[in-house]
C-alpha cells in the first residue's frame, strides 16, 4: 500500500511548522522550542514519532484526525 496523498500532506504540513517555529501556535506561541533541539535533538524524534502514532487514517487514506485547512 502506497502512503495517501492526504497523510503525506498532513506530515508535510507538520515538518514545515515543526521547522519554522510555528507548530501549535498560538498555544506554543512564544516558546522558542527549536532552541531546544540544538541541544537535544531526540526531541524532533519525539514530537514526530508522537504525531505519527496519533495521526488516524480511514479505509481510503484519508487523515481523519488533522486538519490541513486550520
Same mark, same amino acid.
Given at each position: 500500500?502506497?502512503?495517501?496523498n492526504?497523510?503525506?500532506? +498532513?506530515?508535510?504540513?507538520?515538518?514545515y511548522?515543526?521547522v519554522?517555529g510555528?507548530?501549535g501556535?498560538p =498555544?506554543?506561541?512564544?516558546?522558542d522550542?527549536?532552541n531546544e533541539? $540544538?541541544e $537535544?535533538?531526540s526531541?524532533m524524534?519525539? +514530537?514526530?514519532? =508522537?504525531?505519527?502514532?496519533? =495521526?488516524e487514517? $480511514?479505509n481510503e487514506?484519508?487523515?481523519?484526525?488533522?486538519?490541513?485547512?486550520?
Amino acid at each position: 500500500m502506497k502512503v495517501s496523498n492526504y497523510l503525506s500532506g +498532513a506530515v508535510r504540513q507538520f515538518s514545515y511548522w515543526f521547522v519554522h517555529g510555528t507548530l501549535g501556535y498560538p =498555544i506554543l506561541e512564544g516558546i522558542d522550542y527549536l532552541n531546544e533541539l $540544538d541541544e $537535544d535533538s531526540s526531541c524532533m524524534e519525539q +514530537a514526530f514519532s =508522537i504525531f505519527m502514532n496519533n =495521526i488516524e487514517l $480511514d479505509n481510503e487514506g484519508n487523515v481523519l484526525n488533522y486538519n490541513l485547512n486550520p
